[in-house]
């Protein structure tokens, strides 16, 4: 019998791990739908204003087994019954990464099931063909997702769960990192994008304006946005030391809107120049409110047809390394038990 006609007559499960920054993370998904889906957060970055590897590393090794028995416990299957473990093997920290591979393929050794290497920016897109109520339809191809996270920033051609290309990108920092920097500027706790958001909701965002970087193509720039930020702060300050407390509504949502002004800005064009009409959004910084009413207009104008991910499957989590393992596993691309991490993104 062939691998194929075995993979349609049985079900799949797929326990995909995910663990390349701060979050620990274990899912199982039975061919699309996610059965389970649980987060270990570490709380300990906040103190030091971003995350520290080293501890990161730690916690990792502290929560990994806790989280897996907690969502095989919780998908209700015994770990016999597990097709294929699928883990991200890159792009992020190494002490991070090894964590998930070392483990990964211990399980997958011991059981002796595939073993599945996913990269942890497919998976933010491939989070949108989860099935879910949420996710009523799943993208149709080709089309143009916007992949923004703490470490990328990305407008990526999709032909296929197997077939990307990265049409524009960041020369230096990612949005979520703008968010970030901004709002440590503002004096907020890291991981900062969130606050910055419900902040956002309750001021104007015409209040104060930025400049717009000027950068060529489809790529991006976000280092600029952070310099005029700290100037025009720095310079406010001196008229007003409590200018930060009493403006931080309106400083957030100006903030906002200019960060989602350059990423739409670039999307348009990329939709204009490709002559792809199909928009999604994925990443960490796709949970932002200001980027999701910026997709839902270009919607309604009737320029898009726009495809947003659920808020759960926006940030780091094992839902979305599972949905590529499992894509994966009907092509059968396991990989070998000697394989190692990758820190920078590659293709
Ligand atoms: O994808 P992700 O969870 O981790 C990485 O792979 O980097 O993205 C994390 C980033 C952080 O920079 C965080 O501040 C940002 O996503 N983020 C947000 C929001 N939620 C998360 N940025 C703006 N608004 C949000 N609601
Ligand atoms: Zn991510």
Known sequence: MGGHTLAKIMDIYILGIESSCDDTSAAIIKDRKILANFIANQHIHKEFGGVVPELASRAHQQNIIPVISKALHAANIHKNQLSAVAFTNGPGLLGSLLVGTSFAKSFALALDIPLITVNH?????????????????????????????????????????????????????????????????????????????????????????????????????????????????????????????????????SIQSTIVAILMNKLRKASNETGIRHIAMAGGVSANSGLRNAFIQEQANGNWQVYIPKFEYCTDNAAMIAISGYYQFLRKDFADHSVAPFTRYRS
């Open 121 to 253: 920016m497919h998976a933010h897109i491939l989070a949108l063909f989860i099935e879910d109520e949420h996710h009523p339809k799943a993208p149709v191809f080709p089309f143009l997702c916007l992949t923004v996270s703490g470490g990328h920033t990305q407008i990526v051609r999709v032909e296929s769960p197997y077939d990307m290309k990265v049409i524009g990108q960041t020369i230096d920092d990612a949005a979520g990192e703008a968010f970030d920097k901004a709002a440590k500027i503002m004096g907020l706790p890291y991981p900062g994008g969130p606050l910055i958001d419900k902040l956002a909701g309750l001021g104007n965002p015409a209040a104060f304006s930025f400049p717009h970087p000027q950068v060529g193509g489809l790529d991006f720039s976000f280092s600029g946005l952070k310099t005029s930020i700290l100037y025009f702060l720095r310079d406010k300050l001196k008229e007003d030391k409590n200018f930060i407390e009493n403006n931080k509504e309106d400083l957030s949502a």
